[in-house]
């Protein structure tokens, strides 16, 4: 995960949990995530079924919405509607939720894996097949990595993507930034 | 229930009922909650420093640790100059319908984060402190890749984004626990 980079003029497909676990545009993890993304022309993408969730939040929980205006606003982020009328989309979130409830543990039944973790996939999918750009996709679960990650590969798009572990990646980012400012 | 780390006796119902009522008085007093990680994690400090670093006034840093120092939980050096002081790391096992349930100073570090992270204070006063510790319970599940963080929102009942953000600043306190071993005792 050191020295992990985006590639140039690539899409980064985000989980809200990333998002969340940068920050508001104040902090340090925020503003590197946003000044890494603009250097390197990165189309960061979000999934509508994420964006909705996020949208569907209880009140208290307006400020997460607010970031992801705030990237919309700054015009590095977009959300992504999933095309469910290619099949292979949808076979990707259904092999998705099936990796995943493989990777779990015993106590966690298939009605407990949850529809937006899956989603992911499909879209990284969206986009590889296009084959004009790399895709990064960005998650925060450990099974969400794996799971995603042996779709991608299984279906046949493994060299034109890349999973990674986003909060790693945002700490990486910021120790980068200290190493140049020294 | 069993008390660990400072009773020699393994059924001693006194000792045990006393652990409840401190942990009891840490869980619902944030700024004694702090105080008392504080001092667990840099091991014997001086009062003073304590003070200065957590901005505390005088008298409110000589109350609380007076408090502690009444729980038995702090041990005060007066030998030394200036006056340091230590604290035992206690946890409680509590034996339930649903299996055995550890309760570690990870959770107090937990309530004493309301102070300072706003994603746990919302948290709490949305779902309180017992919901609290299921969350810690979860967040430790996630990071060892059991499920994920919607999964882990789904069995705690709340919304996925009140989950995904209460797992995330949780991460900090179950990397701390894992950092500092000796002191703060892995849960199940």
């Known amino acids: ?182 | 229930m069993s008390v660990d780390n400072r009773r020699t006796n393994a059924t001693n119902p006194e000792g045990s009922v006393a652990d409840l009522l401190i942990y009891a008085e840490l869980l619902n007093t944030p700024k004694l909650a702090q105080l008392y990680i504080y001092i667990l994690q840099h091991d014997t400090v001086a009062i003073e420093t304590i003070k200065d670093e957590l901005d505390l006034p005088h008298a409110t840093t000589y109350k609380y640790i007076g408090k502690l120092e009444e729980m038995d939980i702090l041990t005060r050096h007066k030998e030394e100059t200036p006056t340091t002081v230590n604290v035992t790391p206690i946890q409680l096992t509590l034996d339930t319908p649903h299996g055995e349930v550890l309760v570690t100073p990870a959770l107090v570090d937990a309530v004493a984060r309301q102070l300072d992270t706003e994603d746990i204070r919302v948290f709490v006063e949305r779902q309180g402190i017992a919901k609290l510790a299921a969350a810690l319970h979860y967040t430790r599940r996630v990071r060892d890749g059991d499920l994920t963080q919607r999964t882990a929102a789904e069995k705690l009942g709340v919304h996925a984004i009140e989950g995904i953000t209460v797992i995330t600043a949780l991460q900090d306190v179950v990397g701390t626990a894992t950092a500092d071993d000796s002191m703060l005792a892995s849960d199940e």
């Open chain 1, 1 to 182: 995960m050191v020295g992990m980079e985006l590639p140039r003029d690539s899409i980064a497909v985000l989980d809200s949990s990333v998002l969340i676990a940068m920050g508001g545009p104040s902090t340090d993890k925020y503003q590197a995530f946003e000044r890494v993304v603009m250097q390197r022309d990165v189309s960061v993408r979000i999934p509508t079924h994420v964006a909705d969730e996020l949208g569907e939040s209880p009140k208290t929980y307006t400020y997460q919405r607010d970031r992801l205006r705030a990237a919309q606003d700054a015009g590095w982020l977009d959300q992504a509607p999933i095309d469910f009328s290619n099949p292979r989309v949808s076979e990707a979130i259904d092999r998705t939720r099936k990796r995943m409830l493989n990777l779990s543990v015993d106590d966690v039944t298939e009605d407990e894996i949850e529809k937006t973790d899956t989603v992911l996939t499909g879209v990284a999918y969206q986009y590889a097949i296009e084959q004009t750009s790399h895709v990064t996709v960005l998650v925060s679960d450990t099974i969400a990595e794996q799971a995603i990650d042996d779709v991608l590969c299984a279906m046949d798009v493994g060299n034109e993507t890349a999973v990674i572990e986003g909060r790693e990646f945002l700490e990486d980012l910021l120790d980068k930034d200290f190493e140049k400012r020294r």
